[in-house]
């Protein structure tokens, strides 16, 4: 026997999980390019409020950015630890919504949108066909 034949072919992935995994991908980015900023505001702001304070959370944001990236990759992989994780992720952004929404103007707007997407997210990766693909059944 080969190496070729001994390997299991690929689960097909299905347009939920590929999609899920992408708002997932895209909810990383995100949160590691605000933590950039964060920092880099930090670095060259002329306000010193905190000596490293900035640049601690925004290294945090960078460090939290990293769960959903890798999460999304898990699953693009079609492992099924990704799931967790990322619906974790669209979770905390109906919590971002609610505490955006009463400022009102742009912001509620803009927690409207993270809120909108976070749901959507949650909804492509509990779908049946992301679990099944998931967790297959024993046959």
Same mark, same amino acid.
């Given at each position: 026997?080969?190496?070729?034949?001994?390997?299991?072919?690929?689960?097909?992935?299905?347009?939920?999980? =590929?999609?899920?995994?992408?708002?997932?991908?895209?909810?990383? $980015?995100?949160?590691?390019?605000?933590?950039?900023? @964060?920092?880099?505001?930090?670095?060259?702001?002329?306000?010193?409020?905190? $000596?490293?304070?900035?640049?601690?959370?925004?290294?945090?944001?960078?460090?939290?950015?990293?769960?959903? %990236?890798?999460?999304?990759?898990?699953?693009?992989? $079609?492992?099924?630890?990704?799931?967790?994780?990322? @619906?974790? $992720?669209?979770?905390?952004?109906?919590?971002?919504?609610?505490?955006?929404?009463?400022?009102?103007?742009?912001?509620?707007?803009?927690?409207?949108?993270?809120?909108?997407?976070?749901?959507?997210?949650? @909804? %492509?990766?509990?779908?049946?066909?992301?679990?099944?693909?998931?967790?297959? =059944?024993?046959?």
């Amino acid at each position: 026997m080969t190496a070729e034949m001994t390997t299991a072919p690929a689960p097909h992935r299905p347009w939920t999980l =590929t999609t899920g995994a992408s708002f997932s991908l895209a909810q990383g $980015v995100v949160i590691v390019a605000y933590g950039l900023y @964060v920092m880099v505001n930090g670095l060259v702001s002329h306000t010193k409020t905190g $000596v490293g304070m900035t640049e601690f959370a925004g290294a945090l944001l960078v460090l939290m950015g990293l769960l959903p %990236l890798l999460a999304g990759r898990a699953l693009l992989q $079609v492992k099924r630890w990704g799931r967790s994780p990322a @619906v974790l $992720v669209d979770t905390l952004c109906l919590a971002v919504t609610y505490f955006m929404w009463p400022n009102g103007g742009a912001e509620a707007a803009l927690g409207a949108a993270i809120g909108v997407f976070g749901v959507a997210g949650a @909804v %492509l990766l509990l779908h049946p066909r992301t679990t099944a693909v998931l967790w297959p =059944t024993a046959r």
